[in-house]
Structure formats: C-alpha cells, structure tokens
C-alpha cells in the first residue's frame, strides 16, 4: 500500500514540519515522544485494512493485516553529547561535535577476534530522554539511555532493562565487564588545556628540546670585531607538528620560514623545516622551552604531547620517549606522573639513549592520548589491532540521572563506535520500507506508519456479505508486536474483529509483547481456528543482537513458547532466516531445535534466508563488513536471486529432516479452513519464505 492509498477526508493535524501533506494525503499527524527517541509516527486514517496478496505469490494465504508500517525491532541508542569518540585517526572527539561523513573507529569480528577498524558516521539523532551514569571500576563514567548497548564479556548488553515480562532484554549487572581500554580518571583534558598558554608552552618546550636545533655562536671578522650568530631550526617528516608548533610560536611573537630541508629517497620521507635567525625570536624561544619550577597541569600534558611527538613512538600498543638528556628525561617521567600514570625507565643503549616507557597497556594508553592529544596522527593509529580488555572494566554503579536530558545517537557503518574507551553499539537500519516511497534503510527503523483506525475499518470489511471468512495472516510484512503496540494497543481490536467475524487467523511474530493477548487469543481459539507461531532463528546472543539489533533474545522468545502453551494454544516455530555458513551447521541447529522442543513447540519449519529487494542491499552490506570473507559464498549460493540455489535447499532440507524427526519437531501441520504451510518436494516452499519477519 502506498501513500495514495492512505487518502481519507481527514484534517492535516500536527503534522512533522518538512513533511508535504499534499503528497501525503492520508496522514493525520506525525508524533516524537521521548519513550522513542528519534522515531516519528505517522498517525494515518487508513481507508482499508485487509491487504490482498497478489494471485502471483505462492504463500499459503490470501490476505493479510499489516496495523503498521516499518519496524522498531532495531533500537535507538544515545549517550549524552559529550562523550568522547575515538576518531579513525586515533584522536577523540566530543560526541556533539561529530558530523555525517566523519570517520570513526568501530569494531569488526575478523575470523575469530574483534579487530578496531575505521568506519563511518551515517547518521545523528537527538532526543530527550532518561539517562543513566555507569561508572567502572577504573573510574570511566559515561552517561547513556537505558536502551544503550555495550559489548561485554558476556557479549551485548543495554545499561538497564527488566528480567521479565514482555520487555525482557539483557541488562548490565555489577557481575559484567565492558570491553575497549576505558578513560579512567585523568587530571585535566585537552578540550581543558589546549588553549591554555601553559599548554603551548609545555608543547614548545617538549617538541625543541626534544628535535629542535638552536645554534648560538660568536664568529671573528677579519677585521677582529666579533659576528654574534643565532639560529633556530626544526626539521620534521610530519607536518602536523611542525605546523602546530609554528602556530604556538606566532602565538608568543615568533615569526618562522617553512622551506624544504631534504628531499624524499625512496627509503626516507621527505623533510620540512622552519626556522629564525633574529636574535630576538631565539632569545623568546630559549625563554619558551624553559623548564617551570612548578609546572602547572596544563604544561605536564604539552610537554609530553610536544616530547612524543618529537621523540616518541607508540609500537604494539606501548608508548616509549627516547632521549639522552637527563633532566629531558626527568621532565618526561614528572609529566606522565602529573597525569597519574606509571613509567618505567630502560636503558641506556649503546650510545646512551634511555627510554621512558608507559606502563598499564591499552588503557594507559587510551588515558594518555585522550589527556594530550598529540599532533602527529600516525602515531596514534589503532585501527587493525585486536580488541583486548586489560583495564578493571567492572561495572560498579549504575546511578539514574533522575531527569530526561538531551542525547545523542550515531548511527556508523559497523554498527558500533569507541565512546569513553569502551564499545558501544547503535541502531542500523535492515528491511525495507519502499513501499511507502521512504528510504529502504534509515526510515524503515525510524518513520513507522501507524494506522490508528485499523481495527474499526477491519471490522467493516469482515462484516461485509461478501466477505468469505479466509485466513488472514499477521506479522507478513513487519511484525504485529513490536514495541509500539504496546503505546498504540491496536491487536486486540483486529483479533477481536477477526474472531468476531469467524475468521481464522495466525499471528507470527519474535516480540514477547505477544503475552499481553494471550487471554484474547485463547477465548478467540474457542470460536475460530488461530495459529501462533514464534521466530527463533539465532542461539548466539552476540550474532543475534548483531543481525537483529534490539530484538528480545532467543531465551525471551523461548520463554514467549512456553507461555503460549501454558495458555493452552498450540505453537508452532519458524527458524527462519537459516543463514549459509553462519547459522546452519548441524551443532547449531540440533542445539535450537531441542531448546523450541524443551519449551513445548509442537513443530518447527526450518527456511533458509530470503534476499528480496531492498532488504539484499542491507544485508550484503552487513555481510561485507561483518564477514567479508562469506561474501564469494554468498554468491554462489544466491546466484544473483532473492532465493538460495536448489542445490543449498536440498541439502539445507537433508541436514534439517534428522533433526526434526529426533526432537519431534516434524509433526504434519494440521489444516484450518484450507490453510496450509505450502511444501514442494518436503521442502518449505520458497514463497514461503515471505512469512519471515523483516529481520533485514
């Protein structure tokens, strides 16, 4: 159903600024409320509510209720906007500051480990709403949404959430770690410092003592009067340092030159320099590198952001400054004890050098880069090193804020991003929402079309003469439970209609809001034939929560089964998408096969993933980032089609019918008014595979 067929003689409302009515004719108003941060419903008046399928589909029915438009099965995170990000190229930025387009680090599993990579910002979404400060053990503080995920040792995780209940979700508790490196407690930062005069001065300081040239000699004329000489000059290979330095020189009065000093050779880079040669500007620079008595805080982190840039390095994730000048090394090592941070002293080498190396790995690290800030960004790089924990990332508070305060989201192209030196995860969009001429991508997540008066037209059609009482199936094209029905509760006035009107139906659905009308579904079971079936298609809590972004878990959907048939109605399973090498090895499907019998399913149709239009774009896209090594596969299989190769079912349904005769799970599916679960050769029918909920 498009937009024109949304057309009904209804008022505009208050509708999205942005939006044109007139190409929007049936919509009443469009509504943001905090409880859905970033989400707007289009409220429309829909002049129909059964959906005929066209004669051309092969699914085992004819028509179908779709109460909503788009899917809220994929979650709005948000953290408050300064949070700091750890940009692609190793420097952090508040969260407020970052705009679509920039480049980020995220995180993809490479084989077995997660790996740091550079990825996208997509998209930014600002809300209001309740907040929560989660302190570690190390002393990183972040303040996010509840709804906010962060990968654990126990995989994804939202900040709070109930153990019960239809809202079920993993939750942080004190027996959870975070993974990243963490902040901790730095005294001061560069947001703080960096336009303090202490600052560029410590910076001058570091940098000239540490690479600078400064040549002060008395020369004899021939004539015997003495020739004073003075020179300043800093080569360097890295730009960004040298152009920092020279904009801190301008700052305190001291003109430079920038000309090439040597040119590159096919092992060297080339060099840059700048220089002075007035005796005035040395005596102002002599004065600038001065070492204070008692230096402040601000001139701690400029030293060592000017040391490491000039005689530092960051190799296997350890940050060593190397000089032979002991009172050098002695301000390096005061420096980083400024800051709070350990050091150790090696060496000295050969020719004397020594060494000051930071202690306490990837976390030390990350405190010593966010409160410095460093010029150079080849030294900062992370992106391609495997993501390890060595900080105390133990969660030791979770403290409710006790207000709504504004937030923000990004949305990246890994699905996850660095905030505060800890991973976080974001929404990203999946299925398709083209019907209604909207974005395939970001607007099936967050413009959901709403039709408010769904049940009331329903119950006109079905009362209608000519109305042959078939099947109608719900939860086709988006699902039936998701999260706003229990804002808008539209489901009891359609199983009320359809009941009322002697007309079967069958919900399919993955959301736990379904326990809500278990009592309605139960009383309508008396009067008409009503199937109930539940998507389970993933075990593995972290590939779940990255293919179906906060969906309730395969735990919550089990226990959904459970409570269906404690209600007395049957259950039947869809495991469905069954995806080529990641979910359909014979050991994961026998571990969830068994876990649907446990829970009291009386069947389970197994089918292999779809890739219609619009949700192939989304899903290649995941694969190629997630698992690039899978793509070739993929292509095999698929062979350009929405459907996998006959040759893959055969075999998918070979390795599936064992598995279901050993948990009794292959139980014919008895028929209900002439509705039947469409089979071909004992195979699910690939038109079948439309009963999938938009997983993408």
């Known amino acids: 159903m498009r937009w024109d067929g949304q057309k009904v003689d209804a008022g505009e409302g208050d509708a999205l600024p942005g939006l044109d009515l007139r190409t929007l004719p049936g919509l009443v108003r469009s509504v943001r409320t905090p409880d859905f941060a970033g989400v707007t419903f289009h409220e429309v008046l829909s002049r129909t509510a059964l959906n005929r399928v066209p004669d051309a589909s092969a699914v085992p029915f004819r028509w179908t209720v779709n109460p909503m438009r788009g899917c809220l099965h994929a979650c709005t995170y948000c953290l408050d906007p300064s949070t700091s990000i750890l940009m692609a190229d190793g420097r952090q930025r508040a969260l407020a500051d970052l705009r679509v387009g920039d480049q980020i680090v995220g995180t993809r599993l490479v084989g077995r480990y997660r790996r740091y990579v550079a990825t996208e910002v997509l998209g930014r979404i600002e809300s209001v709403k309740p907040a929560y400060r989660v302190r570690l053990a190390d002393g990183t503080e972040i303040i996010a949404s509840g709804e906010h995920r962060f990968l654990t040792e126990r995989g994804w995780k939202h900040v709070t959430g109930p153990l019960h209940g239809a809202l079920q979700r ?120 001065a070492v204070p008595d008692d230096p402040a805080s601000a001139w701690h982190a400029g030293f060592l952001s000017g040391a490491f840039d000039a005689e530092g390095s960051c190799s296997g994730g350890i940050v060593r400054i190397s000089n032979k000048d002991e009172v050098y090394l002695a301000a390096v090592e005061a420096a980083f004890a400024s800051l709070g941070l350990e050091t150790v002293r090696e060496g000295p080498n050969a020719i004397g050098v020594q060494t000051v190396r930071l202690r306490g790995g990837r976390p030390a690290v990350g405190r010593f880069f966010a409160a410095v800030q460093p010029a150079i960004t080849r030294k900062l790089q992370i992106v391609g090193r495997a993501v390890k924990s060595t900080a105390d990332l133990r969660v030791v508070e979770i403290e409710p804020l006790g207000a709504p305060v504004p937030l923000l989201d990004i949305t990246t192209g890994t699905g996850d991003f660095v905030a505060n030196g800890v991973i976080a995860h974001n929404c990203f969009a999946r299925g398709t929402h083209r019907y209604l001429d909207l974005d395939a991508g970001k607007d099936f997540d967050t413009q959901i079309v709403v039709k408010t008066n769904v049940a009331e037209v329903l119950r006109a059609e079905v009362a209608r003469r000519s109305w042959a009482r078939e099947h109608v199936a719900l939860g086709t094209n988006t699902d039936p439970y998701q999260r706003p029905e229990g804002r808008y509760t539209l489901m009891p006035g359609i199983i009320e209609a359809l009941a009322g009107s002697g007309t079967p139906l069958s919900v399919l659905t993955k959301g736990t809001l379904l326990r809500r009308d278990l009592p309605l579904l139960a009383a309508a079971s008396h009067d008409v034939p009503v199937s109930l079936a539940v998507s389970i298609a993933v075990l593995d809590e972290e590939l779940q929560q990255q293919l179906e972004p906060g969906t309730p878990t395969a735990r919550a959907r089990l226990s959904l089964v459970r409570a269906i048939r404690d209600a007395g109605l049957p259950v039947q399973v869809l495991v469905a998408p069954v995806l080529p090498w990641l979910t359909d090895s014979t050991d994961h499907l026998d571990r969830l096969l068994g876990a649907v019998a446990d829970a009291g399913a009386q069947r389970a149709t197994v089918m292999a993933l779809h890739l219609r239009p619009g949700a192939r774009e989304w899903f290649l896209a995941w694969l190629t980032r997630e698992r690039p090594e899978l793509v070739a596969g993929y292509g095999r299989v698929f062979r350009g089609g929405s459907y996998v190769h006959g040759e893959y079912r055969a075999w998918l349904d070979a390795r599936v019918r064992p598995l279901l005769a050993k948990h009794g799970l292959d139980r014919p599916q008895p028929d209900a008014e002439g509705v039947r679960w469409a089979r071909r050769d004992g195979d699910a029918h690939p038109a079948a595979a439309q009963l999938q909920p938009a997983l993408f």
Request: aromatic content about 10%; cysteine-free; proline content about 2%.
């Open 170 to 289: 993993p939750y942080l508790t004190g027996n959870n770690s975070l993974v990243g490196f963490g902040r901790g407690i730095v005294d001061g930062a560069w947001d703080q410092w960096e336009s303090h005069d202490d600052y560029r001065r410590g910076y001058l300081a570091g940098m000239i003592r540490g690479d600078g040239m400064m040549l002060r000699r008395t020369y004899r004329r021939r004539s015997g009067a003495a020739n004073n000489v003075t020179m300043f000059r800093l080569a360097l290979a890295d730009v960004e340092a040298l152009d920092r330095t020279r904009h801190y020189l301008e700052h305190f009065g001291v003109a430079t030159h920038r000309r090439p000093f040597v040119a590159a050779t096919p092992t060297r880079r080339a060099l840059d320099a700048i220089f002075t040669s007035r005796a005035a500007d040395f005596e102002r620079i002599v004065e600038l590198m």
